[in-house]
C-alpha cells in the first residue's frame, strides 16, 4: 500500500503513469452490515472518481459488493453500485466489481449483468479455482462484460474449489485460452488476466502469439509493489499493464483476515518485500 489516504493513491498512481502503467484502486473492506455505512462508502468513491476525472489519472475503480451493503440486500447493494457506475459511465471511466466467497458467486454475477444491460464499461472478476467457473465465463464473453481472471483468494471447500495448486494453474490457464477466443466479438469483450505467475503469464502470451494475436491483445493486472521489474518487461514487451492499488484505514483487519483464510499469503507479502 502507498498509503492509507486516497491521495496516497492517486500519487502513486500518477507516478506509474511514465512507466507505462495504468491503475486500478479499492478501498479495502467487507461485510459491511450497516446501511449508513454502506451510503458513506458509496459516496467516498463518488469522491474519488470525481478526483480522478479532474486529476486526468487513468485509474479504474474496483468494487466489492459486500462493502456497498450486499449482507443488507440485494437491492441495497445494487442502488449503491448503480450510483458508481453512473459516476464512472458519466466520467469514461471502467467499473470492476471483485469477486468475493462462493456463496456470493451467483448474486455477484447477477448484479453485474444487470449493471451492463445500462451501462457499457463493466467488468467481474471470476475465480479459476471455481469449478463453476467455466460455465460463468461465456455468457459474460457474449455480453461483453470484461472479465478479470484470478486463481482466488478465500478459503473454499473443494466441493466448489480445486484444492490442488495444479489444478488450479491448468484451469487458469485453459480459461485464459477461452477468454482470448472471445476477443474480436463485437460484444467488446475485455479480457484480463490479475495474476503474479509469470511462468503462467509467459504461457498465455505464447498462446496468443500463436494465435495470431497482438501483444496489446494481453492486459495483465497485478498488485502495487509486487513484481516491479516483471511489470516494467511486460509494458516493454507491448502488453497492457495496470496495478491495483489498494488504500484505507481497514488494512489491518483486512490484512489479518486474508492471513487467517489462507496462511500461504504470508509468503505472498514477505517474497514481495525481497523481490517486489
Ligand atoms: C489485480 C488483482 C485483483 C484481484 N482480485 C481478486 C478478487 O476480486 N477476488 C479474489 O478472490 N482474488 C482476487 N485477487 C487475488 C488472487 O485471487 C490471488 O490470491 C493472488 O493474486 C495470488 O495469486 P497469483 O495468481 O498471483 O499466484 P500464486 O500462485 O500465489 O503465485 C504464483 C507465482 O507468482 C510468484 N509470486 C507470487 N507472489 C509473489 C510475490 N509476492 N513476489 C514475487 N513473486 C511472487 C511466484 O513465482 C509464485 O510461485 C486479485 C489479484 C490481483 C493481482
Not at 46 to 55: C, G, P, S
Not at 95 to 115: A, F
Not at 247 to 267: D, H, K, S, T
Request: charged share 25%; glycine share 8%; aromatic share 10%.
Amino acid at each position: 500500500m502507498p498509503g492509507e489516504a486516497f491521495d496516497d493513491m492517486l500519487r502513486a498512481a500518477s507516478e506509474l503513469r511514465p512507466l507505462g502503467i495504468d491503475a486500478v484502486f479499492t478501498r479495502l473492506g467487507e461485510n459491511v452490515t450497516d446501511a449508513a455505512e454502506a451510503s458513506a462508502v458509496t459516496r467516498h468513491y463518488l469522491e474519488v472518481l470525481d478526483a480522478i476525472a479532474a486529476k486526468g489519472i487513468r485509474c479504474e475503480p474496483s468494487i466489492k459488493l459486500t462493502q456497498l451493503g450486499l449482507d443488507l440486500g440485494e437491492e441495497h447493494a445494487y442502488a449503491n453500485l448503480r450510483a458508481l457506475a453512473e459516476r464512472s459511465h458519466a466520467t469514461g471511466n471502467y467499473l470492476w466489481v471483485d469477486m468475493e466467497q462462493s456463496s456470493y458467486v451467483d448474486v455477484t454475477l447477477d448484479l453485474t449483468r444487470r449493471l451492463k444491460a445500462e451501462f457499457p464499461r463493466v467488468g467481474v472478476c471470476l475465480q479459476a479455482y471455481l469449478y463453476r467457473t467455466k460455465n460463468d465465463l461465456p455468457a459474460l464473453v457474449e455480453q461483453g462484460i470484461g472479465v478479470r481472471l484470478v486463481k482466488g483468494a478465500y478459503k473454499e471447500p473443494p466441493e466448489v474449489a480445486y484444492p490442488k495448486k495444479a489444478d488450479v494453474d491448468g484451469n487458469f490457464f485453459a480459461l485464459a485460452v477461452a477468454m482470448l477466443e472471445g476477443l474480436g466479438r463485437k460484444s467488446g469483450f475485455r479480457p484480463v488476466f490479475g495474476t503474479h505467475d509469470l511462468a503462467l503469464i509467459d504461457r498465455i502470451r505464447a498462446h496468443a502469439e500463436r494465435a495470431g494475436l497482438a501483444a496489446r491483445d494481453i492486459e495483465v493486472h497485478m498488485l502495487y509493489g509486487i513484481q516491479r521489474a516483471e511489470q516494467g518487461r511486460l509494458v516493454k514487451d507491448g502488453a497492457i499493464v495496470r496495478v491495483l492499488i489498494a488504500y484505507g484505514a481497514y488494512w489491518f483487519p483486512w490484512y489479518m483476515r486474508r492471513l487467517a483464510e489462507r496462511p500461504a499469503n504470508v509468503w505472498f507479502v514477505v517474497r514481495s518485500v525481497f523481490t517486489g
